[in-house]
């Protein structure tokens, strides 16, 4: 991630870790209490969660989305944005690819200075059949 940490910048290296598949900047990402909440499971609290989270969801899944940022609103050390996602998911099991899109809201706060994310929701807008 570049050294820049603005909310932008963060948003930005969460997109390439998730394309890259990369466990550790996504951990590094998220600040010291975290919520993941994936759809269709419960919420992951904590970094053992949300690392054990992300490991299953890269055993499963190879992804390649953008993401297009709506709106951020800051607040002090604590910040939102409402972001949406589009691009194709390679599902492993079965070696097919399927369109991906998802509208997502981070719940960031600052931690020592550096934006982290704090909690992550997200929803699909194009189910699958």
């Known amino acids: 991630m570049k050294s820049d ?4 910048a963060v948003l930005q290296g969460y997109e390439t870790a998730l394309n890259g598949n990369d466990i550790e900047t996504i951990l590094h990402l998220y600040g010291s209490d975290p919520v993941f909440m994936p759809q269709h ?3 992951l609290i904590g970094r053992d ?17 953008r993401f297009t ?3 951020i609103e800051e607040a002090g050390d604590w910040a939102w ?10 599902i492993l099991a079965a070696d097919i690819e399927v369109e991906e899109g998802n509208n997502e809201i981070f719940i960031l706060r600052r931690e020592d200075g550096i934006w982290k994310i704090h909690r ?5 807008n194009q189910p699958r059949a």
């Open 69 to 71: 940022v709506h709106e």
């Open 5 to 8: 940490n603005t909310i932008h």
């Open 120 to 124: 992550y929701l997200f929803a699909t």
């Open 49 to 65: 969660a949300v690392r054990a989270g992300y490991e299953q969801v890269f055993a499963t899944i190879q992804l390649a989305i």
């Open 81 to 90: 944005a409402r972001t949406s996602s589009a691009g194709r998911t390679r």
């Open 41 to 43: 499971a419960p919420a």
